[in-house]
C-alpha cells in the first residue's frame, strides 16, 4: 500500500467516525433541547412529535453538514474559519428541518423555543467533538510516549522568539502542529509590560528583551521576530542577541515576503536590510493590479537584481503573460526556473537577446505584443564602465531608443525606466548615460500614447557588483576591506522595496514623470562596514583590518537624488516624490544629438565619447584627470 493510499484510507476512516457521531449528537441535541425546555419533565404528548422530528432533522442536517464540507476537512488542524462553517451548516440543517416538519406536520403545537435551544446545543458538541481532535494530536505530538520520543524532543533546537506579535504565533503554531519539524520554542521575550506572564499556543512571555541574557531558562537559538523593528531596535537587539553568545536570526520584513506568508522556512541570518530598518511599504494592490492583472508583461535584464525583483512582485499580480528578456544565458536561467517552480499559475516566455538589436526586438514585439514595459537592463558598474564607455552608451542609451522605437509601434501603453540617483549631476559615464536615457523618454512623451516614466533611487542592498556583497566577500576572506574614503556615503535600500516601489509608480503615471524614491537618510560606507564585520561575529580593526584605497573612477563622496534646477513634489504615496516635467523637450533635437554621442563609439575613443555626452549634458562633470591617465594605458580595443 503506498503513503497516498494510506493517507486516504485514514481519511475516509475519519469520515464515517464523524457521521456516526453525528448520527448520535443530533438526536442528543434535541431531546436535550426538549429536557430544558421543560424542566428535564417532558410531557407524553411531546414523544409523538420527537418520533416524527428525529428522523427529519437526522436527513436534514446530515446533508447540511456534508454540504459544508464537514467530512472533508482533517479537524486535527481545526481553525476558528472552520468552527464558522459548523455554525452555518447546523443554522441551514436546522432551517431546511423546520421547513420540511412544517410541510408535512405542521407547526401546530411544536415549542418553537426548543428548535433555538436544539440549534444551540447542536453547534456545540459539533465544535467540541472537532476541537477534541486538534486537542488530542496537539498532545499526542507534545506528549512523552516512549523513550525514542523522549530522545527526539530532547533532540530538538531550543528556541527563544524576541516579539510576542502575530508572526510569532503563526510560527509556533506551525512548529507545534509539525511533528517533523526539529525545534521545540520554550520562551519569548518582549518589551510589552501588558504581555509579560502571558503565553502564545501555551509558551510564556518571560520578560523583556533586555533580560534576555539573565533567563534561566536554557535555549540553543534565538529567532528575532519583529518585522516592522525599526534600524534602531534592529541594533539594539542585534547588540542583546550578541550579548548571549547564542546563534540568532531573523524574519524578513513583510515587504520582502512576496506572498506574506510569514514560516519558520522564512527565518534567515540578520543582514544589512535588517540594520538599516527602513519603514514598511503600503501598497495601492488595486491600482498595481488595474494596469498588471491579465496583461502581458515585458521585463528586460529579467535575470538582474532589479529585473528578477520586478518579476516575482509581477507573479503575483497574476499578468496574462510575463516575458523575460534577458542577454545574460545564466541570469535567464535562474529566473526561467524560479518562474516554474512558483507558487503562481502565470505564463511566462524566456526570451534570450539584446536590447541593442532593434530588429530582434521587433520579432519579441510582433510575437508577445506587451502591454507593459519595465526597462531594468542596463550596464551599471561604475568602474567598468569607465573603462568601456561605448558598451555603456550602446546598452544604456541606443538600448533605450530602441525599446521606444519598438514601444511605439506596437502600442504600448507603459514605458517604466528604471533610472539612477547617478543621472543626478553625474561625475561618470553610467550617470550621464542614464540621463540621456530619461531625456529621452521625457521627449518621446510629448507627443505620445505610450505613458513613459522613469524612476530614480540610489543603491540597492545585495545587488550584482555593489559593494556590500564585495564587503562580505572580504570579510570571510579574513580582510582587509577596502574603503574608498571614510566620509563616503551611500543611499540605500533593499530589492524588494525598490521593486514594490517601481510597481506603484507605473499605476501613477501620466506620462513623462520622473519618480524619486525616498531613500531616507544616507548611510556611511564606513558604518556599512563595520556593521557587516560585527554581523560576522568579529570587531572591526581588530579581527577585520580597514584599508582605505582612495575613490574610484567615476565616483561621488555624496549621491544626489535631484538637482537644485529640479522641481520636486509629493505624491499621495510616502515614499515617492514627482519630478514634473520641466523644460519641453524636442523629440528630434534630442534624436539628433543622441545620434552624435552613439556615432562616437565607432572611435572606440574615451576623451571623444565624454565629450559629446558633455555637449549633451551640460551638468556632467567627469574626472579629467582620471581621463588623461586612462588614456596613456595601452589598450587592444581603444584607438
Not at 510582433?366 to 567598468?384: E, N
Request: neutral net charge; charged residues 25%; proline residues 4%.
Amino acid at each position: 500500500m503506498t503513503r497516498g493510499q494510506t493517507k486516504s484510507n485514514n481519511s475516509g476512516r475519519f469520515t464515517i467516525r464523524f457521521i456516526s457521531v453525528d448520527f448520535i449528537l443530533i438526536p442528543i441535541s434535541l431531546i436535550g433541547a426538549f429536557l430544558l425546555r421543560f424542566d428535564f419533565m417532558i410531557p407524553s404528548t411531546v414523544f409523538g412529535l420527537l418520533k416524527h422530528y428525529i428522523p427529519i432533522l437526522l436527513f436534514t442536517k446530515l446533508t447540511s453538514f456534508a454540504a459544508f464540507g464537514l467530512y472533508r476537512g482533517m479537524w486535527r488542524y481545526t481553525s476558528i474559519s472552520d468552527l464558522i462553517n459548523i455554525i452555518k451548516a447546523s443554522a441551514m440543517g436546522t432551517l431546511l428541518a423546520i421547513a420540511v416538519f412544517a410541510l408535512l406536520h405542521g407547526l401546530a403545537g411544536f415549542p418553537k423555543t426548543v428548535l433555538f435551544i436544539d440549534f444551540t446545543l447542536c453547534t456545540i458538541f459539533l465544535c467540541l467533538s472537532r476541537a477534541s481532535v486538534r486537542i488530542y494530536f496537539s498532545n499526542s505530538n507534545r506528549t512523552d510516549k516512549s523513550s525514542f520520543m523522549t530522545s527526539a524532543i530532547k533532540s530538538r533546537k531550543k528556541i527563544i522568539f524576541i516579539g510576542a506579535g502575530n508572526s510569532t504565533e503563526k510560527i509556533i503554531r506551525e512548529i507545534r502542529d509539525n511533528s517533523d519539524m526539529k525545534y521545540i520554542v520554550v520562551g519569548i521575550v518582549d518589551d510589552d509590560k501588558l504581555k509579560i506572564g502571558a503565553t502564545i499556543h501555551s509558551v510564556p512571555i518571560l520578560g523583556k528583551i533586555n533580560e534576555l541574557s539573565d533567563l534561566e531558562i536554557p535555549f540553543d537559538e534565538i529567532v528575532i521576530c519583529i518585522p516592522t523593528a525599526t534600524n534602531e531596535e534592529m541594533r539594539r537587539i542585534v547588540a542583546i542577541c550578541k550579548s548571549t553568545e547564542k546563534p540568532y536570526r531573523t524574519v524578513p520584513t513583510f515587504s520582502e515576503l512576496i506572498d506574506g506568508k510569514v514560516s519558520m522556512k522564512s527565518v534567515r541570518e540578520v543582514s544589512m536590510v535588517d540594520l538599516l530598518g527602513r519603514k514598511e511599504i503600503v501598497l495601492d494592490r488595486y491600482a498595481i493590479s488595474s494596469y498588471l492583472y491579465g496583461k502581458k508583461v515585458l521585463v528586460t535584464g529579467a535575470g538582474g537584481s532589479i529585473g528578477s525583483e520586478l518579476v516575482r512582485n509581477c507573479l503575483t499580480f497574476d499578468p496574462d503573460l510575463l516575458i523575460l528578456l534577458d542577454q545574460s544565458e545564466h541570469n535567464l536561467f535562474n529566473i526561467e526556473r524560479e518562474c516554474r517552480e512558483s507558487s503562481h499559475p502565470v505564463s511566462f516566455q524566456p526570451i534570450l537577446g539584446d536590447i541593442r538589436d532593434q530588429t530582434f526586438l521587433e520579432r519579441v514585439f510582433s510575437s508577445f505584443r506587451p502591454d507593459v514595459v519595465f526597462h531594468a537592463a542596463a550596464y551599471k558598474h561604475v568602474p567598468m564602465q569607465e573603462e568601456h564607455p561605448w558598451e555603456a552608451i550602446l546598452t544604456n542609451i541606443q538600448g533605450t531608443h530602441n525599446l521606444i522605437n519598438v514601444s511605439e509601434d506596437y502600442n504600448v501603453n507603459r514605458f517604466v525606466l528604471v533610472s539612477t540617483d547617478k543621472a543626478v549631476n553625474p561625475t561618470n559615464i553610467m550617470g550621464a548615460t542614464k540621463r540621456v536615457a530619461e531625456k529621452l523618454i521625457q521627449s518621446k512623451s510629448v507627443d505620445s500614447k505610450v505613458k513613459y516614466m522613469a524612476v530614480r533611487f540610489g543603491n540597492v542592498i545585495g545587488s550584482s557588483g555593489s559593494v556590500i556583497p564585495t564587503f562580505q566577500k572580504q570579510i570571510r576572506n579574513g580582510g582587509p576591506i577596502t574603503l574608498t574614503d571614510p566620509a563616503m556615503e551611500r543611499y540605500f535600500m533593499s530589492i524588494s522595496e525598490a521593486a514594490q516601489l517601481i510597481l506603484q509608480t507605473g499605476a501613477m503615471g501620466t506620462g513623462g514623470e520622473i519618480y524619486v524614491l525616498d531613500m531616507g537618510k544616507p548611510v556611511n560606507i564606513k558604518d556599512i562596514a563595520y556593521e557587516l564585520i560585527r554581523l560576522s561575529g568579529l570587531e572591526p580593526e581588530k579581527d577585520i583590518s580597514i584599508e582605505y584605497i582612495g575613490s574610484r573612477p567615476g565616483e561621488k563622496m555624496f549621491e544626489e537624488l535631484k538637482t537644485k534646477e529640479e522641481n520636486i513634489v509629493e505624491t499621495n504615496h510616502e515614499k515617492i516624490m514627482m519630478m514634473k516635467n520641466g523644460k519641453g523637450y524636442n523629440w528630434d533635437h534630442i534624436l539628433e544629438e543622441v545620434s552624435k554621442i552613439v556615432n562616437t563609439v565607432k572611435s572606440y575613443n574615451t576623451s571623444e565619447i565624454i565629450t559629446s555626452l558633455q555637449n549633451f549634458i551640460p551638468e556632467y562633470s567627469p574626472d579629467r584627470n582620471n581621463i588623461k591617465l586612462k588614456n596613456k594605458k595601452t589598450s587592444i580595443i581603444e584607438k
